[in-house]
């Protein structure tokens, strides 16, 4: 089955650049009716859907980070990439990537990858 | 934006029957789904479109939505139950499409 590891550095600098990336094994990320979306909880916090990119590389990103945000595919490496840019203490947070089911009126996320924690911290 | 409220805490003895609600104005108009975390794991889909169960996903785990109210409804709650639920929704309406619910947790006592 669809297996999802999400992988980078758990430690960022404000003001610079988090970089994610979102290995997938047991299927290709460039075929079948499905988004692939990054998640963000906050410790002790509820989930925020940051953004998602279809298989055709098109991509939606969540209005209050859109203008710090770039998810992208990596075909051959069947990876998805996720770059946040200007980041901030607001910005620590376990990230999650998760294949996202598209059906006619309605998505739902499954599965889901581990996590992975990311600090803002000088 | 749309909005999902849920209870933040519930409390069952084993053995019972947990409900746990999601309101939103006219949910029963969408389709819901719901999310276990266990603490220190990642979500894991439990509902899907109002009420199916993935393969995998034990038969106490059930759901409904009408109205205002969608509930997630485990019956034989067990220790291993004890989790945060979130329910969540797709809305084409605003420009974030996903919503979660603020998530409940369930403590088996």
């Known amino acids: 089955q669809v297996q999802l590891h999400e992988s980078g550095p758990g430690l960022v600098k404000p003001s610079q650049t988090l970089s994610l990336t979102c290995s997938v094994s047991?299927?290709?990320?460039?075929?079948?009716?499905?988004?692939w979306s990054w998640i963000r909880q906050p410790a002790g916090k509820g989930l925020e859907w940051i953004g998602r990119i279809y298989t055709s590389g098109s991509t939606d990103y969540n209005p209050s980070l859109k203008s710090r945000l770039t998810i992208s595919l990596d075909t051959p490496k069947n990876q998805v990439s996720l770059k946040l840019t200007s980041v901030t203490a607001a910005d620590t947070a376990v990230y999650y990537c998760?294949?996202?089911?598209?059906?006619?009126?309605?998505?739902?996320?499954?599965?889901w990858g581990q996590g992975t924690l990311v600090t803002v911290s000088s | 934006s749309y909005v999902l409220t849920q209870a933040p805490s519930l409390t069952v003895a084993p053995g019972q029957t947990a409900r746990i609600t999601c309101g939103g104005n006219?949910?029963?108009?969408?389709?819901v789904h719901w999310y276990q975390q266990k603490p220190g794991q990642a979500p894991v889909l439990v509902i899907h479109?109002?009420?199916d169960r993935p393969s995998g996903i034990s038969e106490r785990f059930s759901g409904s939505n009408s109205g205002n109210t969608a509930t997630l409804t485990i019956i034989r709650v067990e220790a291993g139950d004890e989790a945060d639920y979130y329910c969540?929704?797709?809305?084409?309406?605003?420009?974030?499409?996903?919503?979660f619910g603020t998530g409940t947790q369930v403590t088996v006592l």
């Open positions: 998760a294949r996202t089911i598209k059906t006619i009126d309605t998505d739902w996320f499954d599965p």
């Open positions: 479109d109002d009420s």
């Open positions: 047991g299927g290709s990320i460039s075929t079948g009716s499905f988004y």
């Open positions: 006219s949910i029963g108009s969408k389709s």
């Open positions: 969540q929704v797709w809305d084409s309406d605003y420009g974030h499409p996903y919503v």
